[in-house]
């Protein structure tokens, strides 16, 4: 019998499971798919000679993740690369917002769009470099993160903490338009922001671009080398290295409560898996309450709240093989890994107003990642590894486009879908079409399929507007990864502080779970940092990475 279950082996549940093996703990993870990562996997699905991801691709967050620094994954296979520039906002005039990681390539950039606009970047890097560490220990710690927040308000007392709230609920057009006098820092402010499923107006939205772009400013936007599933692959691998156990194929269906308290697991095929101490839960909120575990076993308020639990916005993504560089009409798209294609902030605040009135956009605001620019060994010499995503609404009511597009996501839909994002590629890189070698669609019901925590196409696990953060996430008054059932703990993207690849929903349920050994937390803090010591003395080889995934 397993101390600890953990259902899901994507980042977060791997994490959660590494944590808990440092502290001694036997573990179990369980993943229904047959390859483990979630959404963090790569394959050569579109063409033999071409690594592509299938979902996520560029990884700031887990750059400056605190939580992944400290599993040193490095000793585990993980490499880094960057592309030159971080990213890139063209517009179809020709010119083109860059972020680098140098500070005074960025400020030049954006300097070109008008005077004073370098040092209004400056400014807010400045910000940054004061107030970055302690927000990003904020943000990465179990809420309320008490010490974190008290050492951060320390920071604040020059800055001004009313300002800087206020500064960071803003509506990033609004930030934008504050900060800068032309439209470049305002592109990339807005282009980050979309990241997520904010909108140009939506409350709070300047805070996330901000932070996106000074990650980006910090950290770039890395990659691993040989594809994304790197990066799981160095979590496995130091699972089995600390004595975790990983099984696929593995479906769990029911979580087995009595007397109140988490004791273990039914899977599909009946067979039941007793936990002796937790069980850990890498699956979305709606997915656990009510799902997993049975409702008898739940508050009525809680179920009643999830009711109003709100997703994020569909996706749609294509992957290309490209016989080519994209030929861009901005020279600085080129070099860079991430290139964000809206005609403007207008164009963004209409994109997001279709989706609000549950229309498919008619010029879809598209992330575009050029895989082999950041990492060569994605393609072959002289060709490109690329991808793009797009937002939609979670329920279609129409089709701005008059196309016909209604959902239902047959073969028809997602070729139409698929040909109008290569049309907006165009309008930034006309020739796009012609270098086309071969495209994979993953429709939303495609990455639904492929990950089922990816409800709908959803990525984020819940929106990232303000009513379903910190305390209010996933629902009002929790916030922490405890649930109303003993010994049961949230570790997805659902729970704080919510979508990206970071690693910390996953660490903090484990820490809660570490927290309830009879032996108290400060005990298991110590043994989690002296596992953490021996790990990184310890070393591995290289993972080696294959057409699998694994």
């Known amino acids: 019998m397993p101390d600890a279950v953990v259902i899901g082996a994507g980042p977060n549940g791997l994490v959660a499971g590494n944590l ?25 699905g579109v063409d033999p000679a071409f690594v592509h991801d299938l979902f996520s691709s560029f990884y700031p967050l887990a750059a400056a993740s605190p939580v992944l620094s400290r599993l040193h994954l ?3 296979g993980l490499r880094w690369t960057h592309a030159p520039h971080v990213v890139a906002h063209p517009l179809t005039d020709g010119t083109c917002a860059v972020l680098d990681r140098g500070l005074d390539i960025t400020a030049e950039s954006l300097e070109a769009f008008a005077p004073g606009d370098g ?39 020059a800055a001004g903490a009313l300002r800087l709230a206020r500064t960071m609920l803003l509506p990033v057009r609004r930030m934008g338009e504050e900060e800068f006098h032309g439209h470049g820092g305002r592109l990339l402010l807005a282009g980050n922001a ?19 772009s000074m990650l980006g400013q910090t950290h770039g936007f890395p990659v691993p080398v040989g594809g994304s599933g ?8 130091r699972l089995s290295a600390a004595g975790g156990t990983l099984q696929c194929g593995r479906r769990v269906e029911r979580v087995v409560v009595r007397g109140g308290r988490a004791v273990g697991v039914r899977l599909a095929d009946g067979e039941t898996i007793a936990a002796r101490r937790a069980v850990l839960a890498d699956v979305p909120a709606p997915t656990l309450y009510g799902g997993l575990v049975e409702a008898d076993h739940l508050p009525a308020q809680l179920l009643e709240d999830l009711k109003r639990f709100q997703w994020d916005f ?35 605040t209409r994109f997001a107003a279709q989706i609000a009135m549950g ?27 690329a991808w793009a995503y797009t937002h939609l609404p979670v329920t279609i009511r129409g089709d701005a486009a008059d196309e016909g597009l209604s959902g239902t996501w047959d073969t028809k839909e997602q070729e139409l879908m698929a040909d109008r994002v290569e049309r907006h590629v165009e309008r930034f890189a006309p020739g796009f079409q012609h270098l086309v070698r071969a495209r994979r669609i993953l429709a939303p019901p495609t990455l639904e399929s492929l990950d089922s925590n990816l409800h709908a196409g959803a990525i984020n696990g819940g929106t990232a507007s303000m009513h379903q953060q910190l305390i209010f996430r996933p629902v009002p008054g929790t916030g922490r990864p405890e649930t109303p ?16 690849v970071h690693g910390a929903p996953g660490a903090n349920a484990a820490r809660a779970a570490l927290h309830r050994l009879p032996l108290g937390p400060a005990v298991a803090e110590r043994m989690l940092a002296r596992r953490d010591r021996r790990g990184r003395r310890s070393g591995s080889p290289a993972v080696e990475w294959g057409d699998s995934g694994r």
Do not use: C, N
């Open 230 to 237: 790197a990066l799981t692959a160095s979590l496995v691998h």
């Open 74 to 76: 490095e000793d585990h």
């Open 20 to 44: 808990l093996a440092d502290a001694g703990w036997s573990v179990l993870v369980l993943e229904e798919q047959p390859d483990p990562g979630g959404a963090v996997r790569s394959d050569k």
């Open 485 to 500: 059932v003993a010994h049961l703990y949230l570790a997805s993207a659902s729970a704080h502080p919510g979508g990206g």
């Open 119 to 157: 040092a209004a970047w400056r400014r807010l890097y400045g910000m940054w470099e004061d107030l970055g560490p302690s927000l990003l220990e904020a943000l990465f710690t179990p809420f309320a993160p008490v010490r974190a927040t008290a050492r951060l308000a320390w920071r604040l007392r």
């Open 314 to 348: 569909s996706t749609f993504k294509v992957d290309w093989a490209l016989d080519g560089p994209v030929p861009w009409q901005a020279e600085g798209a080129a070099r860079a890994g991430t290139v964000h294609l809206a005609d403007g902030i207008d164009e963004l």
């Open 194 to 212: 979309l990241h997520a499923d904010l909108g140009p107006e939506a409350a709070g939205g300047g805070g996330f671009g901000w932070l996106m």
């Open 359 to 385: 229309q498919v956009p008619d010029r879809p605001f598209t992330l575009f990642g050029q895989m082999t620019t950041a990492d060569a060994s994605r393609s072959p010499r002289g060709t490109e590894s």
